[in-house]
């Protein structure tokens, strides 16, 4: 017994096992794979004819596209133009208002130095005046009775100062 000779049992066996898968086959599984495949090679044939209709309108939108992109890049070039123009003036407008501000304020504040200056000579020529009339009291080594003589003193004397420093300078 072996491959070659089969017993007749096992032999009816398999051929009533291969007839009812070849019918099970045949039956209902090919008819349903031929529909498939047909339908398969339709829909293929469909999406070809299609894909080319879709090729064409897609390189008609492309050539309106690029005439588009076209416009849009000398509009672009204007809308730069016209920007680096205002721009500019933009700048000369600003850079006046600042050259007027800056003026303002470099006067503004010469005045208020100006106004500085003169309350402090006027607070250190008191300061002056306490000091020397406290040094000539210690040399006199008495108070000074008369305040106003001693005003007047220190005054001629801030005059002189005042009379010699525009020629020094």
């Known amino acids: ?44 044939e469909g999406k070809f004819e299609r894909s080319e209709a879709v090729y064409a309108q897609a390189r008609q939108i492309h050539a309106e596209y690029q005439a588009e992109l076209s416009a849009a890049r000398h509009e672009a070039a204007r809308i730069r133009q016209t920007a680096a123009e205002e721009g500019s003036l933009l700048i000369q407008e600003v850079r006046a208002t600042g050259q007027r501000q ?9 005045a208020q130095l100006e106004a500085d200056r003169i309350v402090a000579e006027a607070a250190l020529r008191e300061d002056v005046f306490k000091l020397a009339t406290d040094l000539a009291e210690r040399i006199l080594g008495e108070p000074i009775a008369d305040e106003r003589r001693a005003r007047e003193i220190t005054d001629a004397f801030f005059a002189e100062l005042d009379a010699e420093a525009p020629t020094k300078a």
Request: with cysteine; charged share 25%.
């Open 102 to 110: 800056r003026d303002e304020l470099v006067a503004s504040a010469t």
């Open 1 to 44: 017994m072996g491959p070659l000779d089969p017993k007749v049992i096992d032999l009816i066996t398999a051929v009533i096992c291969f007839s009812v898968v070849f019918f099970t086959f045949a039956r209902f599984l090919l008819p349903r794979l031929t529909k498939v495949l047909e339908a398969r090679q339709d829909a293929i």
